[in-house]
Structures are given as C-alpha cells and as structure tokens.
C-alpha cells in the first residue's frame, strides 16, 4: 500500500506570494491532518480534515487554509506568505475508525521557504 | 491550554537502554503516542498507550500513568539507527477527531558508539 505523498517536495516563494501544498493520503484513510515544523516551534497542528469538512483547528492566522476533496486528497493554502512561514509542512493521514488507535501515517512533507 | 514537556537530548552508548520521560497538562486525553523522527525525514509511529500501563513492541517500551500526566519510552539493547529525536505527542479527547495531535519538543537521542 502506498504510503502519504505530498507535493512538491521542495519550494521556494518570496514574501507576499501565496501557495499552495499538496496531501494524498493512504488509501482508505479519511482524516488528514496537517502541521507546520520548525527548529524554534517543533511540530505544531495546523487542522484536521474528515469528510471534506474541517474538524480541527490549530492557533495559525487565517493565511492558512485547506480543503478535502471527496476522495480525501487535501489540500493546504497558505496566502500573503511571510519570512516566518519558512518551515516543513508535513501532512498526515490516519484511518479514523471508532475502536481503535489510529496511529497517523507522515508524509515526507514539504520544504517551504519564504525569501 | 495544553503543555508537553520532555528532555531536549540524551545520549547513550551502543546496547544500553535509555529512558525518555514525557509529562503533560492537557485540557482532554484521549491517548498519547510517541514518534520517531531522523533528520530530514517524516515522523514514524512507535507507540501507544491510552490505559495505564507499559506496552512492549520489541526493543521499544512505552508506559503512561493516567492520573501522574506521565509517560516514558524505554529504548533497549540501543543501536546507532536509533539516534533520532523521539516525539511525544497527546490526543485530545475530542468527538469525530482523530488527527489533532499536541507535540512535544523532542528529544534528540545520541547513540555512541
């Protein structure tokens, strides 16, 4: 089975620019999640989505942003991009099922930097 | 307000064993995983404890105390692959989530030889 993939791997945008990320989650999976990962602030939530709707909501700015498509792909949208915002993105799924642990599967992530 | 704390580096020889402590203050508990991550690379399960007790999966042990906010991961038999940082991270207790997980800092571990 195909493991979490995001895309692209690596970008590099200049302050002001928006982007946006890419999630394909395991098959099967519902939930996908995202978080921002920084050397200073370590892995933080920034939302979870279950069936194209959000169900959680980290401390971000309203730059950031996401959507699920009905095949559970998601996507993350992070406008008006700010120096701070250099950081690796990290996307991950997990089966979201009532009775067990749902462990979340990472993506390799995505390597944002904001010059 | 949720709070995560755990060493920010331990470093151990080559086949001994190594104890992360994590402790936490959340507003909810609905489990608490540990990840491994090396360098430049995504995050990877390793355990989970919802009950209290210590659950073994190989070298790797985990226990949780409830009621202390308490949690270590127990490394035995330590081998140089295992140098990562090893993320303790809690689930709230929240209906229809499944993927809103609260991260410690990490502990980077340092295998010598």
Redesign the interface.
């Given at each position: 089975k195909a493991g979490v993939t995001q895309t692209p791997r690596y970008l590099i945008k200049t302050r002001g620019q928006q982007v946006t990320l890419s999630c394909s989650p395991i098959s099967g999976h519902r939930s996908v999640s995202w978080y921002q990962q920084t050397p200073g602030q370590g892995l933080q939530f920034l939302f979870e989505y279950f069936s194209e709707t959000q169900r959680n909501k980290g401390n971000f700015p309203g730059r950031f942003s996401g959507r699920q498509f009905s095949n559970s792909r998601s996507e993350m949208n992070v406008s008006t991009l700010e120096l701070g915002d250099s950081a690796l993105y990290l996307c991950a799924s997990s089966l979201a099922e009532r009775g067990v642990y749902n462990e979340q599967f990472f993506g390799p992530g995505t390597r944002l930097t904001v010059l | 307000g949720q709070n995560i704390d755990q060493p920010t580096e331990m470093t151990a020889t080559e086949g001994a064993i190594v104890q992360i402590n994590c402790t936490y203050q959340t507003s909810g508990f609905n489990?608490l995983?540990w990840?491994q991550q090396h360098a430049g690379?995504?995050?990877?399960?390793l355990s989970?404890n919802?009950l209290d007790g210590l659950e073994e999966k190989g070298r790797f042990s985990s226990f949780l105390s409830r009621s202390k906010g308490y949690s270590y991961l127990l490394l035995k038999e330590l081998q140089m692959k295992d140098s990562a940082s090893y993320?303790c991270?809690v689930r709230e207790a929240?209906t229809?989530?499944?993927?809103?997980?609260?991260?410690?800092?990490?502990t980077q571990v340092v295998v010598t030889p």
């Amino acid at each position: 089975k195909a493991g979490v993939t995001q895309t692209p791997r690596y970008l590099i945008k200049t302050r002001g620019q928006q982007v946006t990320l890419s999630c394909s989650p395991i098959s099967g999976h519902r939930s996908v999640s995202w978080y921002q990962q920084t050397p200073g602030q370590g892995l933080q939530f920034l939302f979870e989505y279950f069936s194209e709707t959000q169900r959680n909501k980290g401390n971000f700015p309203g730059r950031f942003s996401g959507r699920q498509f009905s095949n559970s792909r998601s996507e993350m949208n992070v406008s008006t991009l700010e120096l701070g915002d250099s950081a690796l993105y990290l996307c991950a799924s997990s089966l979201a099922e009532r009775g067990v642990y749902n462990e979340q599967f990472f993506g390799p992530g995505t390597r944002l930097t904001v010059l | 307000g949720q709070n995560i704390d755990q060493p920010t580096e331990m470093t151990a020889t080559e086949g001994a064993i190594v104890q992360i402590n994590c402790t936490y203050q959340t507003s909810g508990f609905n489990g608490l995983f540990w990840y491994q991550q090396h360098a430049g690379e995504a995050p990877t399960f390793l355990s989970y404890n919802v009950l209290d007790g210590l659950e073994e999966k190989g070298r790797f042990s985990s226990f949780l105390s409830r009621s202390k906010g308490y949690s270590y991961l127990l490394l035995k038999e330590l081998q140089m692959k295992d140098s990562a940082s090893y993320l303790c991270a809690v689930r709230e207790a929240a209906t229809d989530s499944w993927g809103k997980l609260q991260f410690g800092a990490g502990t980077q571990v340092v295998v010598t030889p």
